[in-house]
């Protein structure tokens, strides 16, 4: 006896799971030209990896530039948000992180070898109460 596949009960559940992923899948690539002439990818994400650790006595930024030189490196803090853009022949890296925090943007150091940024900053000075009168 031949078994009719309506019989299994996963069958309807497991469609529509895969319907789903490939409605996902496909909506994704709408925004990608996979016959782009160019040999830049751009934006972070890609092949980049950033982590953000947080202590009492500092904030450190960490991220991978894989194939950059450091001459090509720039970084931005406003206090809040630090801007990198970084780019070389292949790659190109634009990002703006929001800082847990607030730091002080002018004690901040940088520092970058084998293609690992790291980003040091302390916390900016508490504002001072205002007492009134």
């Excluded at 490939?22 to 709408?30: I, K, L, T």
Aim: some cysteine; overall charge negative; charged content about 30%.
């Amino acid at each position: 006896m031949r078994r009719d596949d309506r019989d299994e009960p996963f069958d309807d559940l497991f469609r529509e799971i895969e319907r789903m992923m490939n409605e996902m899948m496909n909506g994704a690539d709408a925004n990608v030209d996979f016959n782009s002439s160019s040999n830049v990818e751009s934006g972070f994400g890609m092949d980049t990896h950033i982590d953000i650790h947080e202590t009492e006595g500092e904030i450190r930024v960490v991220a991978d530039l894989p194939g950059v030189a450091k001459e090509h490196i720039d970084l931005e803090c406003d206090g809040k948000t630090l801007t990198i853009s970084a780019g070389s022949e292949h790659h190109q890296y634009d990002e703006r992180l929001s800082l847990p925090q607030r730091v002080n943007e002018h004690t901040a150091s940088a520092t970058y070898n084998n293609g690992v940024l790291e980003v040091v900053f302390e916390p900016a000075e508490k504002s001072s109460d205002i007492s009134l009168e």
